[in-house]
């Protein structure tokens, strides 16, 4: 369970998409981000754009800043010395990595990191679940309102004819009296 709370941490939202980055599979897999990156390469047309992307500068200051945060408690890993952008990968591109890096550890680390991205979903969708309780729960609420101002109304317009009806029974009357 320690294993995909870690792996949990090194998945990041970009382009709307949860992807994991080349240097934090390969840390996983316990290759060197070049051979990971090579293996790719060799088999492009395995990973489309869907599949796996190159980071932009902004995008990779934005993810370093939130990795150099997460790292704080842990061992921190210099990213000095990067020449090139980092490759991010779908959880799609995740589950083609493990056919073309096919040692023992990265088969095993392949089921993790699959494990984490589905409780990640879970996750995200017990969210959205809450969320769409909490907007019915305002909605109902809204509506109850409404309905409890109409009483409101109806009472006050009952005490109204009421007050009028007694101010009409206690007139000092004229003409005959008995």
Known sequence: MEIIRSIQNRIYEIRGERVMLDRDLARLYE???????????????????????????????????????????????????????????????????SGIISSGKAISMNIAIMRAFVAVRRIIFKETNVAAQIEEAKNRLSEHDTQLNNIYDAMENLLDEKAAQKKWDDRERIGFKR
């Open 31 to 97: 290759i060197e981000t070049k051979s990971l990156n090579l293996s790719v390469k060799r088999n492009i047309e395995r990973f489309p754009s869907d599949f796996m992307f190159q980071l932009t500068k902004e995008e990779f200051e934005s993810v370093r800043f939130q990795i150099e945060s997460l790292e704080k408690g842990e061992v921190q890993q210099s990213w000095g010395g990067t020449r090139y952008l980092p490759y991010a990968f779908t959880e799609q591109g995740v589950a083609m990595l």
